[in-house]
């Protein structure tokens, strides 16, 4: 496993932007596909984008355009910028990495989870 630590959320007005930030330590984060998650209150999980190993990306369709995902392998980091959000977009996000060269959008191919970071969105 790899863990897993993400950092960037907090409170927005709607329209604002965050960049959330997922570190890796004690493991080269390059190695594996990432995945950001999220969950709403009262919500399940849902997939928001992925990173596959050799940097091609995977975007849920609604959110395509506002949340874009990155990796900077020199720091070990996957980034996930998020523009223009709304209310709807408050929720507790996880990164997560898979031995999976591809991001895929099931959280069960997922081994490594975050603690997650809290987006708050306000209207």
């Known amino acids: 496993q790899v863990p897993l630590v993400e950092s960037g959320g907090g409170l927005v007005q709607a329209g604002g932007s965050l960049r959330l930030s997922c570190v890796a330590s004690?493991?080269?984060?390059?190695?594996?596909?990432v995945a950001w998650f999220r969950q709403p209150p009262g919500k399940e999980r849902e997939f928001v984008a992925g990173?596959?190993?050799?940097?091609?990306?995977t975007e849920d369709a609604e959110l395509k355009g506002r949340f874009i995902i990155s990796r900077d392998n020199a720091v070990n980091v996957v980034y996930l910028q998020m523009m223009n959000l709304k209310p709807e977009d408050t929720a507790i996000y996880y990164c997560?990495?898979?031995?999976?060269?591809?991001?895929?959008?099931?959280?069960?191919?997922?081994?490594?989870w975050g603690q997650g970071t809290q987006v708050t969105v306000s209207s």
């Open positions: 990173i596959s190993v050799s940097g091609g990306r």
């Open positions: 997560a990495a898979t031995n999976l060269v591809l991001a895929v959008k099931s959280a069960n191919e997922y081994r490594s």
């Open positions: 004690r493991r080269t984060l390059s190695n594996y596909a």
